[in-house]
Nanobody, 133 residues
Framework: QVHPVESGGGFVQAGDSLKLSCVSE???????????LAWFRQALGKEREFVAA??????????FYTDSVKGRFTVSRDNARNTVYLQMNSLKPEDTAVYYC?????????????????????WGQGTQVTVSS
């Protein structure tokens, strides 16, 4: 099992950068490497939406992004540290949300799709990102 814990959120100005981290403690490196990892976000009054995902080595190490963050956000994973990152550059006020880290079985997510919340079985508590104009 994985136990995602997010960190790195904060209050920034438009155009600034933030790097979110999500670490899973009490998880072996091998186990962590078998999970697809994703970032979702939920703005106030809106549904949770997909942001980015990183597949496993075994499924080709693919990465995926929602259109609104392509070219600005980068997802990466470090299996040796049981950590997935989300580097966010050129932040906009519309990026304001609670950001959640999610993990799901690597093969399962690769087959069912990386963007649906229902394909991930493990979730963190979230970290708030606020971008001021």
């Amino acid at each position: 099992q994985v136990h995602p814990v997010e960190s790195g959120g904060g209050f920034v100005q438009a155009g600034d950068s933030l790097k979110l981290s999500c670490v899973s403690e009490r998880t072996s490196h091998t186990t962590f490497g078998n999970y697809a990892l994703a970032w979702f976000r939920q703005a106030l009054g809106k549904e949770r939406e997909f942001v980015a995902a990183a597949g496993t080595f075994w499924t080709g190490g693919k990465t995926f992004y929602t259109d609104s963050v392509k070219g600005r956000f980068t997802v990466s994973r470090d299996n040796a540290r049981n950590t997935v990152y989300l580097q966010m550059n050129s932040l906009k006020p519309e990026d304001t949300a609670v950001y959640y880290c999610a993990a799901g079985d690597g093969d399962g997510v690769d087959g069912a799709g990386y963007t649906a919340t229902t394909n991930y079985g493990y979730w963190g508590q979230g970290t708030q990102v606020t971008v001021s104009s």
